[in-house]
């Protein structure tokens, strides 16, 4: 596919490492370590890419510096679910690390690629020709697979909603985790991520679907339609609400409240 400029009126690197990224990338490591304890092979699939990796001392990161209420603060764990990112983000800045930075962050392909095996296949969708191009060299060190345990990266440029409808027959043979992250600026983006969900309970039946959202005042009805209509459309099978709502913090008025 021809790549595309998207016009994006959010961009993640002025977010990248706040409290919704730790909280959205532990729950991944959780599900994606759920998910490897069997020997089977899986198929990762994220539709909003994203760069991979963020600085968050570069021009865009430092001007909101929400990290310093996510990632900072969780540095200095070392155990469970949060240890094992953070461990991942003190590895990604190490020397030799691939990042060749000491301020650097992990998008949720970089996590992903990360946890999965060499049998396993990471398929990433990014819609923007740049934002592309930053996962590109985010992925370079992983590509071709350096070592035996890296798994299969396949990265496109392209609307990650269609691809996934089209890819999806050939990846229903494998299990698979679906990871849908948009930024919800467009205002078809609920809608889309409603109909892929319907249409991958057929498609790709032995494919777990993460669908992540924001938590905010002004957003609580979309969040409530959200929940609603994926409980309507996608029957048949369990769905699981996970969201976490911040406390108050003076000078943060305008940061999400939450996330799940």
Same mark, same amino acid.
């Given at each position: ?27 991944? $490591?959780?599900? +994606? ?5 069997? /020997? &089977? @092979? ?7 890419? #994203? ?26 764990a070392h155990q469970g679910p949060i240890g094992e990112l953070a461990s991942l983000v003190r ?11 000491s301020n650097l962050y992990p998008g949720s392909p970089r996590v992903a690629a990360e946890a ?22 985010? $992925?370079?060190? +992983? ?5 035996? /345990? &890296? @798994? ?7 609307? #990650? ?73 996608v029957t048949d099978t369990d769905i699981l609400a996970a969201s976490m709502i911040l406390p108050?913090?003076?000078? +943060? ?8």
């Amino acid at each position: 596919a021809e790549p595309v400029k998207a016009r994006l009126a959010y961009k993640h690197s002025f977010h990248a490492g706040n409290t919704a990224d730790c909280f959205k990338h532990t729950l991944l $490591l959780m599900m +994606l370590r759920s998910m490897l304890r069997k /020997d &089977a @092979p899986i198929t990762y699939v994220d539709t909003h890419s #994203g760069s991979g990796i963020y600085d968050l001392k570069g021009d865009e990161g430092s001007q909101l510096r929400e990290w310093e209420c996510g990632m900072q603060r969780i540095m200095q764990a070392h155990q469970g679910p949060i240890g094992e990112l953070a461990s991942l983000v003190r590895s990604l800045n190490a020397p030799g690390g691939g990042g060749g930075g000491s301020n650097l962050y992990p998008g949720s392909p970089r996590v992903a690629a990360e946890a999965l095996r060499g049998c396993d296949i990471c398929c990433l969708y990014e819609k923007d020709s740049d934002t592309f191009a930053d996962l590109q060299q985010a $992925l370079s060190p +992983l590509q071709p697979a350096p070592l035996p /345990d &890296a @798994p299969e990266i396949r990265a496109e440029c392209c609307d #990650g909603f269609k691809t996934l409808v089209r890819d999806a027959p050939q990846l229903s043979g494998r299990r698979g985790l679906v990871f849908i992250d948009p930024a919800y600026q467009d205002g078809s983006d609920l809608e889309r991520t409603v109909r892929l969900a319907k249409h991958l309970r057929t498609a790709w039946r032995s494919a777990r679907l993460a669908v992540w959202y924001p938590v905010r005042r002004e957003l609580s009805g979309k969040v409530d339609t959200l929940h609603k209509s994926l409980k309507r459309e996608v029957t048949d099978t369990d769905i699981l609400a996970a969201s976490m709502i911040l406390p108050a913090e003076p000078g +943060l008025e305008g940061r999400l409240e939450g996330n799940g």
